[in-house]
Nanobody, 127 residues
Framework: QVQLVASGGGSVQAGGSLRLSCAASGDTGRGFCMGWFRQALGKEREGVASADTAGGTSVADSVKGRFTVSRDNGKNILFLQMNSLKPEDTAMYYC?????????????????????WGQGTQVTVSS
């Protein structure tokens, strides 16, 4: 089992930046692939970015060039640096993880693959 706690959300104006963090605790001695997802009101949850234990990363086309994902494996923290924020980025952002072997290789943004979910952190971008 692994517990995920996301933080760093807030309210910013368009063009601003935020940095989200997701701290993993529990059975973090194993390797987990981790990802960020978001869900806007009335919309389905969508994948934003992911990172595996080997340094592989993936970013959704909708945020490519503006968002950067990274992780500190030693501290089991996943980050999402969000720059040039737009009103359409407004959503609840969730951290998620899957895997549990010695390592985890994969950067899928398919939410059905993820087993563990943290609580969300709200991001609101005003125009």
């Amino acid at each position: 089992q692994v517990q995920l706690v996301a933080s760093g959300g807030g309210s910013v104006q368009a063009g601003g930046s935020l940095r989200l963090s997701c701290a993993a605790s529990g059975d973090t001695g194993r390797g987990f692939c981790m990802g960020w997802f978001r869900q806007a009101l009335g919309k389905e949850r969508e994948g934003v970015a992911s990172a595996d234990t080997a340094g592989g990363t993936s970013v959704a086309d909708s945020v490519k060039g503006r968002f950067t994902v990274s992780r500190d494996n030693g501290k089991n923290i996943l980050f999402l640096q969000m720059n040039s924020l737009k009103p359409e980025d407004t959503a609840m952002y969730y951290c998620a993880a899957y895997g549990g072997g010695a390592n985890c290789y994969g950067t899928t943004l398919d939410r059905r693959v993820y087993s563990y979910w943290g609580q969300g952190t709200q991001v609101t971008v005003s125009s």
